[in-house]
């Protein structure tokens, strides 16, 4: 079974830009978390998305946002790039219910923001 | 709010001794605990996981962990560590909800 696809792998923009990260959960998974990993924070909760709907969110500004489509298949997008928004966003799918998932990752999406 | 603290930054050993590291979670709920680890230039992969029953869990490559509840534990062991065990461990804990929350990670460095 192929495992969690990202794409672009690497990516660069400039401030005030906005970006658009995509992501491909292994078949059959309907879950799909988004996180950011940076030296400083860590890894980082975004949101979750089930069956087209966001299910949970963590504590990100409005700029952050995502949509998930009837193939489970997700988009993330973040608005008017900030340089703190240099980070590795990470993808990660899981077969379904909420508290029982275990997560598999993906390969992550390197954004650098000039 | 949920927490997890893994105290050891950064651990250097020498092949063949043994490992542990710590990680403490505050929730005081039903929680599944998870290692993921990320070897150097690679994605996180999942170690191992406890959700319920025996507590003592067993994840691959020869890593184990063990559930304290009482202590709020899930300490990660390898009785002998090789040097393709270099890489970021990270200590996860998932509530009721879907998402989990991470530790700071400890990189492993196993020196030859």
């Known amino acids: 079974k192929a495992g969690v696809t990202q794409t672009p792998r690497y990516l660069i923009k400039t401030r005030g830009q906005q970006v658009t990260l995509s992501c491909s959960p292994i078949s059959g998974h309907r879950s799909v978390s988004w996180y950011q990993q940076t030296p400083g924070q860590g890894l980082q909760f975004l949101f979750e998305?089930?069956?087209?709907?966001?299910?949970n969110k963590g504590n990100f500004p409005g700029r952050f946002s995502g949509r998930q489509f009837s193939n489970s298949r997700s988009e993330m997008n973040v608005s008017t790039l900030e340089l703190g928004d240099s980070a590795l966003y990470l993808c990660?799918?899981?077969?379904?219910?909420?508290?029982?998932?275990?997560?598999?990752f993906g390969p992550g999406t390197r954004l650098l923001v000039l | 709010a949920q927490s997890v603290s893994q105290h050891n930054h950064h651990v250097i050993l020498s092949e063949a001794a043994s490992l542990e590291l710590g990680c403490n979670y505050s929730y005081g709920g039903t929680v599944n605990l998870f290692w993921y680890v990320q070897y150097p230039g690679q994605h996180l992969q999942l170690l191992l996981k406890y959700f319920s029953g025996d507590p003592l869990v067993k994840g691959i490559k020869g890593f184990e962990a063990e559930f304290i509840k009482s202590k709020f534990s899930f300490n990660l062991r390898k009785p002998s560590v090789q040097w393709s065990d270099t890489a970021e461990y990270f200590c996860a804990v998932q509530t009721g909800a879907n998402n989990l929350f991470f530790g700071t990670g400890t990189r492993l460095t196993v020196i030859p």
């Open positions: 998305y089930f069956s087209e709907t966001q299910r």
């Open positions: 990660a799918s899981s077969l379904a219910g909420a508290g029982e998932g275990t997560q598999y």
